[in-house]
C-alpha cells in the first residue's frame, strides 16, 4: 500500500488534539467566567462565542489566500499564537468588550488552523490511504475536545477561571514558539547531518 509521512502524519494529529483540547476551554468555562466576574449572562456569552465563530469563518475563507504565502508550518505558528493571545486577553478582560476582542482574536487563530489542518492532511497522505488518514485526525479531534475539560476544570479549581484562560494561552504561545524555533533548529541542523 502507499506509504504514509508517519513523522508529519503525528504532527497534525497533535495538533488537531491540541487545538481541541484548547478551543473547548471556551464553550466550557467563558459561561461561567463572564458570569461570575462580570454579570454576563447567557445572550452576551452566546455573543462572545459569535464573535469568535465569525472571525473564524472569515479565516476560513481566506485561508487559500493566506497560504499562498505562509507554509502549513508558518501559519501552525500564527494560528496558535493568536488563540494564545486571545485567550491571554479573555484572562485580563476588565470588560465585555475586552473578551469580545480576545474571542475574535482567539477565533481568527482557530479559523486559520481548521482547514491548515485539513490541507496540510492532505498534501501529506496520498489519495489511497487519505480516507485512513482523516479518520485519524477526526479521531484526535474529537479526542480533543473530549479531554478538554478534563484539563481546565482541575486547573479551574485550582487557579480560578481567569488564570485558567491565561495558562491556556500562554500555553498555545508556548507551543507556537517552541514548534517554530525547533523546527528553525532541525532545518539548520539537517544539512550538517547529511
Known sequence: GPRLAVGSLAVVYAFGALLQI?????????PFLLQ???GVGPRGTGLAMSAGALCGAVMGILYGRIHA????????????????????IVAGARDFRQVLAGMALGGTGFGLMMPNLNVWLTSVAPAAARGRAFGGLTTCVFSGQFLSPFVSQPLVARLGLSATFGVVGVALVTIALSYTVGRRLYTMARPAAT
Open 22 to 30: 484548547a478551543f473547548y476551554v471556551l464553550p466550557v468555562q467563558l
Open 36 to 38: 461570575a466576574d462580570m
Open 69 to 88: 504565502r505562509l507554509s502549513f508550518r508558518s501559519i501552525v505558528g500564527v494560528a496558535f499564537t493568536a488563540m494564545g493571545i486571545g485567550y491571554m
